[in-house]
T-cell receptor, first 113, second 113 residues
Framework: KAGVTQTPRYLIKTRGQQVTLSCSPISGHRSVSWYQQTPGQGLQFLFEYFSETQRNKGNFPGRFSGRQFSNSRSEMNVSTLELGDSALYLC????????????FGSGTRLTVV | QKEVEQNSGPLSVPEGAIASLNCTYSDRGSQSFFWYRQYSGKSPELIMSIYSNGDKEDGRFTAQLNKASQYVSLLIRDSQPSDSATYLCAVRSLKAAGNKLTFGGGTRVLVKP
């Protein structure tokens, strides 16, 4: 069974640009969550999608957005990149129901210069 | 007060000893608790889940939950150098819809041969 796939693995962007990250969940998983991980702040929740609907949103500015498609694949977008957006972005999927833990993808390492 | 708190460590244990990790949480409505292990440069992987008070054992790992005291712990028996990693405690609260997990900052464990 394939795991959670995130693309790309690494990205280098310039301040002010925008970026789109992609996540394909485990087959059959309909919940997809996104986290930002930095050394200083740890794992910070961005948002969760289920059946193409955003169910939860963390405390991030509106520059961070996401969406989910009918096949449960998800994308997150960050516009007007800032240096502080440099981080590991992790996608996680889980089965329907919400009681299970997540399975994380390998992450996308974003560097903003 | 952080929602989920862990001692950042490092927790240094000799090979073969028991490593004891603690996690406290602030939301009494929390119902699902998870321990993740994260190796340096890798994404977190789920190692234990616990939902009711008491102990749950899986191989060399034992998770302990005390909802009255709002803490969850992880014991690693017969610690091996391969157990050296950061251990993340995650909590799911009834307050949040869907499947949002809140993570602690992690405890770094070093197992010395």
């Amino acid at each position: 069974k394939a795991g959670v796939t995130q693309t790309p693995r690494y990205l280098i962007k310039t301040r002010g640009q925008q970026v789109t990250l992609s996540c394909s969940p485990i087959s059959g998983h309909r919940s997809v969550s996104w986290y930002q991980q930095t050394p200083g702040q740890g794992l910070q929740f961005l948002f969760e999608y289920f059946s193409e609907t955003q169910r939860n949103k963390g405390n991030f500015p509106g520059r961070f957005s996401g969406r989910q498609f009918s096949n449960s694949r998800s994308e997150m977008n960050v516009s007007t990149l800032e240096l502080g957006d440099s981080a590991l972005y992790l996608c996680a999927s889980s089965p329907e129901g919400g009681a299970s833990g997540y399975t994380f993808g390998s992450g996308t390492r974003l560097t903003v210069v | 007060q952080k929602e989920v708190e862990q001692n950042s460590g490092p927790l240094s244990v000799p090979e073969g000893a028991i490593a004891s990790l603690n996690c406290t949480y602030s939301d009494r409505g929390s119902q699902s608790f998870f321990w993740y292990r994260q190796y340096s440069g890798k994404s977190p992987e789920l190692i234990m889940s616990i939902y009711s008070n008491g102990d749950k054992e899986d191989g060399r790992f034992t998770a302990q939950l005390n909802k009255a005291s709002q803490y969850v712990s992880l014991l690693i028996r017969d610690s091996q150098p391969s157990d050296s990693a950061t251990y993340l405690c995650a909590v799911r609260s009834l307050k949040a819809a869907g499947n949002k997990l809140t993570f602690g900052g992690g405890t770094r464990v070093l197992v010395k041969p």
